[in-house]
T-cell receptor
Framework: KNEVEQSPQNLTAQEGEFITINCSYSVGISALHWLQQHPGGGIVSLFMLSSGKKKHGRLIATINIQEKHSSLHITASHPRDSAVYICAVRFGQFYFGTGTSLTVIP | EAQVTQNPRYLITVTGKKLTVTCSQNMNHEYMSWYRQDPGLGLRQIYYSMNVEVTDKGDVPEGYKVSRKEKRNFPLILESPSPNQTSLYFC????????????FGPGTRLTVL
């Protein structure tokens, strides 16, 4: 049973393209997190969402609590955005999606 | 500098030889947690702690032990490691609230032969 589903699993884009990564979850949650993992392994937290929308630079994250769905958008993608993006929800413990591997080609 | 540190970063060991992976944070966070990351399975939570002397099982606690005697430290203990515990392990910390950001350590790559 997988409480968190992400799509797509892999994504290749040309520099400058608009990118969307989707996350659906099956449990009631208090918050949803988007994480970024670069080659070499380090994980950083990009967003924590409990409702609505957040924006940091070229990254935008939205959540629809009723539909149990979140999206991460990257505008004007750049090769340095190449990483694995992971969705996580907290319902007591944390549950994670398996990640979306993004490659942005110059 | 605010950080979560893990030691060792790399470890190769043999089946059955007890080991401890240390985790320490300098941000006075109440919440600390251990995860393992495996190809195709993603991150999975092993144990977490909401505060000193309070620990709870995550998704995959079998074969692991933890303790939280001090706020800053949360060691992960493998009493009798087995090859299926070969993985990349992350420690993380955060404030106790459900809506708080987590800060991750750099990871420990463990190989059990």
């Amino acid at each position: 049973k997988n409480e968190v589903e992400q799509s797509p699993q892999n994504l290749t884009a040309q520099e400058g393209e608009f990118i969307t990564i989707n996350c659906s979850y099956s449990v009631g949650i208090s918050a949803l997190h988007w994480l970024q993992q670069h080659p070499g392994g380090g994980i950083v937290s990009l967003f924590m969402l409990s409702s609505g929308k957040k924006k940091h630079g070229r990254l935008i994250a939205t959540i629809n609590i009723q539909e149990k769905h979140s999206s991460l958008h990257i505008t004007a993608s750049h090769p340095r955005d190449s990483a694995v993006y992971i969705c996580a929800v907290r319902f007591g413990q944390f549950y994670f999606g398996t990640g979306t591997s993004l490659t942005v080609i110059p | 500098e605010a950080q979560v540190t893990q030691n060792p970063r790399y470890l190769i060991t043999v089946t059955g030889k007890k080991l401890t992976v240390t985790c320490s944070q300098n941000m006075n966070h109440e919440y600390m947690s251990w995860y393992r990351q495996d190809p195709g399975l993603g991150l999975r939570q092993i144990y977490y702690s909401m505060n000193v002397e309070v620990t709870d099982k995550g998704d995959v606690p079998e074969g692991y032990k933890v303790s939280r005697k001090e706020k800053r430290n949360f060691p992960l203990i493998l009493e009798s490691p087995s090859p299926n515990q070969t993985s990349l392990y992350f420690c993380a910390s955060g404030l106790a609230g459900y809506t708080d950001t987590q800060y991750f350590g750099p990871g420990t790559r463990l190989t059990v032969l």
